[in-house]
């Protein structure tokens, strides 16, 4: 459950300006193109310092996004809304010298909990996107018309699946997210802190992703290659930022992780994908009736899963060179 700290009713007239203001920006609809308005975040006090600027950016960012998820239903703003808080979210983490933890500490409860709330939607949206694509490019009749099959199943999840996230979206008090976010930024101490903070948190980005790549060499599982995953996004959003604030030389090594990630995430998704077709084929019900469409697919998702296969072992043997590589060295006197 998301953050509360105001009843419901005080969070959807809490959140009532910025989804006026979007509803005038965009159209509804998946297939639709959105246009962003973004509410005004503008602190009370000018920041003229890198990280303040980058940090009321990315606010107004996310508040416009989060306004257009509440009401457009489309997929590409779902995901670009859960981007956006894993890099807010990197933001508080490299801010050590804010005074008072507390308003950081619930602003980044909030944007684990709206990423939670998310996620079975965007599994829903790029599961649909795969399988609609498969249909298409069956190699026979049968198997067009399994994918076909899933497909459907998998769209009627989404819609239902959708509604429920919408209706979770109104229980998130943005208004009192943006407040305690402003509050966060203007209890920063001295800005010259930054540069320390975010090598600091480079460091132990760095460590981390390491240490899960060193146990996805010795054991390859599925879990394993998903803490990877997720080790990895936490440091490139790291370097992101440091890139964007304080060096940035550091944008090929962010450019290089985001390469890393995007074919962990070609792995993920089709991981993803078989697990739901194989509980699609197997449920007891209809078991007897997919015998066909069971056979028909078959070879494919042995083909699907050889694939994901080749692109996990490619992702890891690029992390390692990427980690024999690396270029930040830890400062001693830090």
Do not use: C
Not at 28 to 34: A, C, L
Not at 55 to 69: I, M, S
Not at 215 to 243: D, F, M
């Amino acid at each position: 459950m998301p953050p509360r700290s105001r009843s419901p009713s005080a969070l959807r007239t809490g959140n009532a300006a910025f989804l006026a203001d979007a509803k005038t920006a965009a159209p509804t609809g998946r297939d639709k193109k959105v246009t962003r308005r973004k509410p005004d975040t503008k602190p009370a006090r000018a920041e003229t310092d890198a990280l303040g600027k980058l940090a009321h950016k990315r606010l107004g960012d996310f508040a416009a996004l989060f306004a257009q998820a509440m009401i457009a239903d489309d997929p590409k703003t779902v995901h670009d809304l859960r981007v956006a808080s894993r890099r807010l979210q990197q933001l508080l983490r490299a801010l050590h010298s804010v005074k008072n933890k507390k308003p950081a500490k619930k602003a980044g409860d909030f944007l684990r909990a709206l990423r939670q709330a998310l996620g079975p939607l965007r599994n829903l949206d790029v599961m649909a996107e795969m399988a609609a694509a498969r249909a298409q490019a069956g190699h026979s009749a049968a198997t067009r018309g399994t994918w076909l099959g899933i497909a459907s199943a998998i769209e009627k999840e989404r819609a239902e699946e959708n509604a429920r996230a919408r209706e979770a979206m109104k229980d998130f008090d943005l208004t009192g997210f943006l407040d305690r976010m402003t509050r966060t930024l203007h209890s920063r101490s001295a800005q010259d802190s930054d540069a320390k903070d975010l090598q600091e948190t480079t460091e132990r980005r760095f460590q981390s992703w390491s240490d899960a790549l060193s146990q996805v060499v010795t054991e390859p599982t599925v879990k394993r290659l998903h803490a990877l995953r997720i080790a990895g996004k936490r440091l490139r959003y790291s370097i992101e930022l440091r890139a964007a604030v304080s060096d940035g030389t550091l944008k090929p090594l962010a450019q290089s992780l985001a390469k890393l990630q995007d074919n962990l995430g070609a792995w993920h998704d089709v991981h993803t994908l078989m697990q739901y077709v194989d509980a699609y084929l197997n449920q007891k019900e209809l078991r007897a009736e997919r015998a066909g469409e069971s056979r028909a697919l078959l070879s494919e998702v042995e083909r699907e899963q050889k694939r994901g296969q080749t692109q996990a072992d490619e992702a890891i043997a690029a992390a390692q060179s990427l980690r024999n590589s690396w270029p930040i060295k830890s400062d001693p006197a830090a």
